[in-house]
């Protein structure tokens, strides 16, 4: 069974700085897709990003952007100019047909002002 | 647009009673699914379907049952309710066919306490 894991439970950054997240997830297939969710305190599961792990560019999204080592089955993100508004519990999520997603245990990350 | 609508927001249930949460979308989807988020974990799959009059079991499928009538809806019902199933249920919905997949579209999730 596909496994994601988060190894960070914790992160805090000052507020305008950078700050990277790391998931690492196992699995035998070669086409999937991999994910990270934003849920702030209201818990609505925000989507930050998502990587075909068939494209070898790494995907951005304005101030998110991952690292997607395909081989080391590593995907990371990365938040630059960091908000107030970026503080949440971030998921790093894994996927394979069916779009049935498996999360990893999340990092709850803290802005500091 | 209201997207993936899920009811009720909370809900207080008593040991061994039953209900069912409710969950429609608007976008016709053709992929729905249920997670359960337990405090400080990621979200667990309950169940899913792929179709009207179609469902499949997911990681955690134990004390739960589902039903897919009509492509809109995807109601999960809590039998003989237990206190290990005190959690925050999320109902997320997706369009899948061939090379084309959307993300999935999570709803704003119900709070389920039982005591």
């Known amino acids: 069974a596909q496994t994601v894991t988060q190894s960070q439970p914790e992160m805090s950054v000052q507020e305008a700085e950078t700050v990277t997240l790391s998931c690492t997830y196992d699995?035998?297939?070669?086409?999937?897709?991999l994910f990270w969710y934003k849920q702030p305190p209201s818990r609505q599961m925000i989507l930050v990003i998502r990587q075909e792990a068939y494209k070898q560019q790494n995907a951005t999204e304005n101030r998110f952007s991952v690292n997607f080592q395909k081989a080391a089955k590593s995907f990371s993100l990365k938040i630059s100019d960091s908000q107030l508004g970026d503080a949440a519990m971030y998921f790093c999520a894994y996927c394979k047909g069916a779009q049935k997603l498996v999360f990893g245990q999340g990092t709850r990350l803290t802005i500091n002002p | 647009n209201a997207g993936v609508t899920q009811t009720p927001k909370f809900h207080i249930l008593k040991i061994g009673q039953s209900m069912t949460l409710q969950c429609t979308q608007d976008?016709?989807?053709?992929?729905m699914y249920w997670y359960r988020q337990d405090p400080g974990m990621g979200l667990k799959l309950i169940y899913y379907?792929?179709?009207?009059?179609?469902?499949d079991k997911g990681e955690v499928p134990n004390g739960y049952n589902v039903s897919r009538s009509t492509t809109e809806d995807f109601p999960l019902r809590l039998e003989l309710a237990a206190p290990s199933q005190t959690s925050v249920y999320f109902c997320?919905?997706?369009?899948?066919?061939?090379?084309?997949?959307?993300?999935?579209?999570f709803g704003n999730g119900t709070r389920l306490t039982v005591t």
């Open positions: 976008m016709n989807h053709n992929y």
């Open positions: 699995t035998s297939e070669s086409d999937y897709y």
């Open positions: 379907s792929v179709g009207a009059g179609i469902t």
């Open positions: 997320a919905s997706s369009y899948f066919q061939g090379e084309v997949t959307s993300p999935l579209h």
